[in-house]
């Protein structure tokens, strides 16, 4: 079975200061896909980032990029220019191959303080 | 367009009721995913629907869970006899025939059993 790891439970940064998250998965499969989903206090998941293992470069979508180590398996969320709207509960994802129905695999999640 | 809606938002209920949450998907989503965050368990699959038909229920965690969708449209998550471990967020995703395609959520509705 496929599992993720986020093993940092809360992280700060300051304002306009870059962060990394961390996150590592387990798999025997060779096709999948990866997401980064951030979690305001309205609850409502919102996708940052997602990246397609077949493909070795690391996505990027404005001031959020990601660090996809397939081989050590890391999938690691860097944000630069950090803003206060940034504050979050962030959660890494892993959605399985061929013939997979789409669900999720969520890691334990994130919390991101974003200090003025 | 409209987004993802749950409701209610919030529900609180007794030990041993029967509680129904609802979801609508996006229109034209033909895949609808339904999850649970809760503090001790995290965020988990319940169960998966393509059209109008579950061909993935393996994250309902007792018979005590079941979920229809009705229209290849509104889905609900009916639990029955509500146990105190069974407070969470439930959370609805639809999206565009499932697989590789991007999942939008649902603002949740957040049970608690007293």
């Known amino acids: 079975a496929q599992t993720v790891t986020q093993s940092q439970p809360e992280m700060s940064v300051q304002e306009a200061e870059t962060v990394t998250l961390s996150c590592t998965y387990d798999?025997?499969?060779?096709?999948?896909?990866l997401f980064w989903y951030k979690q305001p206090p309205s609850r409502q998941m919102i996708l940052v980032i997602r990246q397609e293992a077949y493909k070795q470069q690391n996505a990027t979508e404005n001031r959020f990029s990601v660090n996809f180590q397939k081989a050590a398996k890391s999938f690691s969320l860097k944000i630069s220019d950090s803003q206060l709207g940034d504050a979050a509960m962030y959660f890494c994802a892993y959605k399985g191959g061929s013939g997979n129905t789409g669900k999720l695999i969520f890691g334990q999640g994130t919390t991101l303080q974003v200090k003025p | 367009g409209a987004g993802v809606s749950q409701s209610p938002s919030n529900k609180v209920t007794e030990k041993g009721k029967d509680v129904e949450l609802r979801c609508d998907p996006i229109s034209g989503h033909t895949a609808l995913y339904w999850y649970r965050q809760s503090l001790g368990q995290g965020l988990e699959f319940l169960i998966y629907f393509q059209g109008n038909s579950a061909p993935d229920k393996s994250g309902l965690p007792s018979d005590r869970f079941s979920a229809e969708r009705t229209g290849g449209s509104v889905s609900t998550l009916t639990i029955q006899r509500t146990q105190q471990e069974d407070s969470a967020v439930y959370l609805c995703?639809?999206?565009?025939?499932?697989?590789?395609?991007?999942?939008?959520f649902g603002p949740g509705t957040r049970l608690t059993v007293l």
């Open positions: 995703a639809s999206s565009y025939r499932g697989g590789y395609n991007e999942q939008f």
């Open positions: 798999t025997s499969e060779s096709d999948y896909y």
